[in-house]
């Protein structure tokens, strides 16, 4: 069974600094996809950044980019120049396009504070 | 584009009611949808998964009978919470897929309390 591990409960960090978000997953699969979500305090599930396990390259969006490491199966998020509307809950998730039910797995979230 | 409407928002109710929670996809067929519960401070947990026009997939230990789910169109799938209790309050979201392998868009989520 796929598992996906979130080992940081809870960060804070300055405005503008660069954080980086670990996440690391468990599967025998070659190909799948890896998403990270944000979910602010109003609780809309945002989908920050989506990488297929197939491409070598890092996904980036703007101020996010993930660190693919498939040998390792490690999935970090690193956020540029934060900022304090990036303060929300984080979570890495997991999902195998070839199975029969193809849901998501969710890891248990990293709390993030950007701090003014 | 891939807009999901879920409503309400919010739900408050006595104890014995049924709720309905409705999740629709706005600009796209949704072959699947997936319906998630979230207690505070918590990670989402998958409590069904429905395909239009076949019954909904249901995770172990979540009573079928106690929540209702029906995917009669591409667009649109309820959740109906029977006989509601107080332990049943919590946050509930939806998610729609367009086809296999594709993201997941949630619906804004609905925060149901039991009284």
């Known amino acids: 069974a796929q598992t996906v591990t979130q080992s940081q409960p809870e960060m804070s960090v300055q405005e503008a600094e660069t954080v980086t978000l670990s996440c690391t997953y468990d599967?025998?699969?070659?190909?799948?996809?890896l998403f990270w979500y944000k979910q602010p305090p109003s609780r809309q599930m945002i989908l920050v950044i989506r990488?297929?396990?197939?491409?070598?390259q890092n996904a980036t969006e703007n101020r996010f980019s993930v660190n693919f490491q498939k040998a390792a199966k490690s999935f970090s998020l690193k956020i540029s120049d934060s900022q304090l509307g990036d303060t929300a809950m984080y979570f890495c998730a997991f999902m195998n396009p070839m199975s029969r039910d193809d849901k998501i797995i969710f890891g248990k979230g990293t709390r993030l504070h950007i701090l003014p | 584009g891939a807009v999901v409407s879920q409503h309400p928002s919010r739900v408050i109710c006595k104890s014995g009611t049924s709720v309905k929670i409705e999740c629709r996809s706005l600009d796209f067929q949704a072959t699947t949808m997936f319906w998630y519960r979230q207690f505070p401070k918590q990670s989402l947990m998958l409590m069904a998964t429905s395909n239009e026009g076949s019954k909904a997939t249901y995770e172990q230990g979540v009573e079928k009978d106690k929540f209702l789910i029906n995917h009669a169109s591409l667009t649109l799938s309820t959740l109906t919470v029977t006989s509601a209790h107080p332990e049943d309050s919590s946050f509930y979201i939806c998610?729609?897929?367009?086809?296999?392998?594709?993201?997941?868009?949630f619906g804004d989520g609905t925060r149901l309390s039991i009284l």
């Open positions: 998610s729609a897929r367009a086809g296999t392998g594709g993201s997941q868009h």
């Open positions: 599967t025998s699969e070659s190909n799948y996809y």
């Open positions: 990488q297929e396990a197939y491409k070598q």
